[in-house]
């Protein structure tokens, strides 16, 4: 399989989904509309939602059951970007390459944006299944992703020692990225015995994911075990992310394709 030509196509139904969800959003101001559009449509290359259809795929079920979770949980993931680039917080200027939200529209406007994109992501979320609104609402709230930014902030300028540096991974990128497997595997229709390891073989993609990231940018894990472990360290998580879908067969290909791409990532 074509991994490239893979997440070429779904990244487009991504879109398409994504730009109907904002068009249907009726009522917004103005201001708001161009802002939340600017972040949703500025050139990610929407990994977490295709991991979610891929996950879907591993189970055998239905795209369309899954399709609102996977946009979901795109707009929770450009949320955060937002937040995170604000001055209060990495102070970036630019994303993908092109001025950050609050640099083009204002800090309140871009804060407001992020806001409004969390909210719509449990709108759409409403159209699911409660047991999967909680456990996308517990991955990315204060006992997940929230949590893993305020534990990097607190430690920001000091000493991290690898609990700590592992506790940030596993929350701060990690777990919107093990709830993507999750929710795919979960709506998809998965049984237990399904859904199970996609979910392990998620958390060791999340972790995964953000290994490279510091391997690339040679911050963080890379920093405080040396770039030499932390490449061992990844080459095993990939290796177990894999084994996990090993039971699924054929039909997890996609899904394990994806976990070679985020290894061998070089940007
Ligand atoms: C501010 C609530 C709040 C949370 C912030 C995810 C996060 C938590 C901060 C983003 C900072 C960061 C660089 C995290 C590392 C994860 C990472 C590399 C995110 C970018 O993900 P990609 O590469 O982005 O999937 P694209 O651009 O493709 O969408």
Known sequence: MNVAAYLKKKSKQIEKALDSILS????????LAHAMRYAIFAG???VRPILVLAACEAVGGDEKKVLPA???IELIHNYSLVHDDLPCMDDDDLRRGKPTCHVKFGEATALLAGDALLTLAFEVMSGTKLEAVKLLAQAVGGSGMVGGQQVDIDFQGKNKDLPTVQYIN???TGDLIAVSFRLGAYLGGGTSSQTKPIYEAGKC?????????DILDK???????????????AQRLRERAKNHLKPLGHKAVALSNIID????RDY
Do not use: N, W
């Open 70 to 72: 996977a946009c979901a």
């Open 44 to 46: 990610g290359k929407r």
């Open 261 to 264: 791409f985020i290894a061998d």
């Open 205 to 213: 993609a999340g972790l995964l994911f953000q290994i490279v990231d």
């Open 24 to 31: 249907a959003k009726g009522a917004v101001p103005q201001s």
């Open 170 to 172: 596993t929350h701060k």
């Open 219 to 233: 911050e963080g894990y890379a920093s405080v075990i040396g770039m030499h472990e932390a490449k061992i360290q």
